[in-house]
């Protein structure tokens, strides 16, 4: 078990809850909880990977109980949805908590989020027509991108050193296991593409935008670009909202209105891209 008193030391400086530009709207009501979860799970003896797989399961156990449909059974999986955001979020604070952060955790955590999105939009699939559920599915994965990338390309524009941190030294040298260079593999061949996609349309956006190459767009453009407006209007279409907002829509007995919510929030997106592409051609586009 990992000391109790230095836990307590480290959470007398941080509560554990990763620092991000603007949170999502939905994380004000999880954050209070984050610092006491901490501790109780680092008392406990919990490994961040054990949380990790944890709120997998949950999102495993939701999918079955959606695709079952009955209500009682929706209002469970909406209940297990809120659980898997709070150990969402309790995962990566335990491992920054203790020190014990490791490449396998940070791709387990990815990729066990994958598996259970795509488990839900199967169980979803079950009320409505595949073709939308399917449509629903990828769109929400760019959401996320966006909401990742969002945050990154923000603390770039703005000179922040980025969130970063070391394998614990236990792991370096060691061959990589089985399941970390399947949830690597995971991440190398669906997520990284959909990052590098997201930076390069963002990158390419900006240079028409500006009206110049992006190496001759100065710094106070590129704060202007990526600045707390767009962050928060894209970092509010994250994990811990859609969790919320499908609950919602399982206990209101309407399973599939949450794929054509995704759907809008897909237009969102693009509103909110074409939206900020106009404001900053004509606030820096006549100085090019």
Request: charged share 15%; aromatic share 8%.
């Amino acid at each position: 078990m990992f000391p109790t008193a230095l836990v307590l030391s480290l959470m007398s400086h941080a509560d554990g809850v990763k620092p991000r530009p603007r949170h999502e709207l939905v994380m004000r009501a999880v954050h209070p909880i984050v610092g006491p979860g901490v501790k109780m799970l680092s008392r406990l003896g919990l490994e961040p990977w054990q949380v990790v797989v944890s709120h997998g399961v949950l999102a495993a156990v939701a999918a079955a109980l959606i695709a079952l449909g009955s209500q009682p059974a929706l209002v469970v999986a909406a209940l297990l949805l809120q659980a898997r955001t709070v150990l969402d979020n309790l995962d990566g604070a335990l491992a920054r908590a203790t020190g014990r952060v490791t490449e396998l955790g940070r791709y387990l955590d990815t990729g066990v989020d994958l598996l259970g999105n795509a488990c839900l939009f199967v169980a979803l699939a079950t009320h409505g027509p595949w073709w939308a559920a399917l449509s629903g599915f990828v769109v929400l994965m760019l959401l996320l991108t966006y909401d990742f990338n969002a945050e990154r390309l923000y603390r770039e524009a703005h000179g922040e050193a980025p969130r970063v941190h070391s394998p614990e030294p236990a792991q370096v040298g060691i061959p990589a296991s089985p399941g970390l260079r399947f949830f690597r593999g995971l991440y190398a061949h669906l997520l990284a593409p959909q990052d590098q996609a997201v930076r390069t349309l963002e990158r390419r956006l900006l240079e028409s935008a500006s009206g110049k190459a992006l190496d001759d767009v100065s710094p106070a453009e590129r704060r202007s670009w990526w600045g707390l407006a767009s962050t928060a209007s894209l970092v509010n279409l994250g994990l811990s909202t859609q969790n919320l907002a499908l609950g919602v829509c399982l206990v209101l007995g309407r399973p599939f209105a949450y794929v054509w919510l995704v759907l809008a929030q897909g237009v969102y997106l693009v509103l909110v891209l074409i939206i900020r592409y106009g404001a900053h051609r004509r606030r820096w586009g006549s100085l090019s």
